[in-house]
């Protein structure tokens, strides 16, 4: 089974920035690999993915804002998050291979 691992989450202002990392127990150069997000009281909400290929899609809520991208030799697949809205607070999970990571929390506040 693959460990999906994420870190980089934390407060930050609105406005602010911050990068996630997901770091994969094995290489996942074949695999498109997923980032959703989880805000308090409401339903996970798909956020970004990258395929193999390189080839990107985001949901209408963070495009502009929010970069996915991949090192494969790291086994790592990252989210430059830009222009952080307080409603962008939410737990954030990676999704690969039929694997989610648990999670690392963003809170964007004053």
């Known amino acids: 089974q693959v460990q999906l691992v994420e870190s980089g989450g934390g407060l930050v202002q609105p406005g602010g920035s911050l990068r996630l990392s997901c770091r994969a127990s094995?290489?996942?150069?074949?695999?498109?690999m997923y980032w959703y997000r989880q805000a308090p009281g409401k339903q996970r909400e798909f956020i970004a993915y990258?395929?193999?290929?390189?080839?990107?899609n985001y949901a209408d809520s963070v495009k502009g804002r929010f970069t996915i991208s991949r090192d494969n030799a790291k086994i790592t697949v990252y989210l430059q998050m830009s222009s952080l809205k307080p409603e962008d607070t939410a737990v954030y999970s990676c999704?690969?291979?039929?694997?989610w990571g648990k999670g690392t929390l963003v809170t964007v506040s004053s």
């Open positions: 094995r290489t996942f150069d074949r695999y498109t």
């Open positions: 999704y690969g291979m039929g694997n």
């Open positions: 990258i395929a193999d290929s390189n080839n990107t």
